[in-house]
């Protein structure tokens, strides 16, 4: 992998389709917000596949530090495109580094989670109810940090200046989409499953924290306004 490893288009359109419809098969954007939210993971994913094998923009940017910090290594080699294994100083190939295999594993995860979310939560729309079984009975919104896992396992696996801006406001979108949704829903056996379920992360905090219906009134005021007060994890 000595050569110029890149201008495989074929290989980014192959690849981005691969990761688009299977992320696709599992989430079934109905919704305008479902589909702005798979839009931006879209998004995500054909900027890292073009920088991957198309074009190297990170690696033209940033040339003239890689060669002098790292002389007598072909920076527009493959192995080279492994920043995080390139600057930890690892020899050999990238592709068995710890760093590569906790990102596949992430990748792995994330998928996982997505399928197990989908399953539940396409029962709960067939029978016009809310999920609270499988991953929803451990945090309320498994699909979206499904995303954030798989996004985060590609950018550690191949980090880029163009997914180190997309990244955080990809997770960021996802949270807010996730405060939505719980704004939007109310109900008795909701509200009893949100208040002992976290958003994000299991056990740790973030659960849904609504006045109860035979709370004192002012209880629900919240002093910024509006009458919420909770947290995202």
Known sequence: MDSYAY???PLVVVNSVLFIVFAFSFSHPVTGRDWRQFGAFSAFIVALFAEMFGFPLTIYILSGWLVHRFPGINIYSHDAGHFWYLLFGG?????ASAIHVASNLI??????LLAASWRVLYRAQISRGFATTGPYAHIRHPQYLAFIFISLGLFLQWPTLLTLVMFPILSAMYVRLARREDDAMFGEEYETWARKTPAFIPVIGGRLKRPRKDEHPQTAVNPEGGNLEWTSF
């Open 7 to 9: 201008g495989l288009w």
């Open 91 to 95: 020899i050999g190939d990238p592709h």
């Open 107 to 112: 990748i792995f995860s994330g998928f996982i």
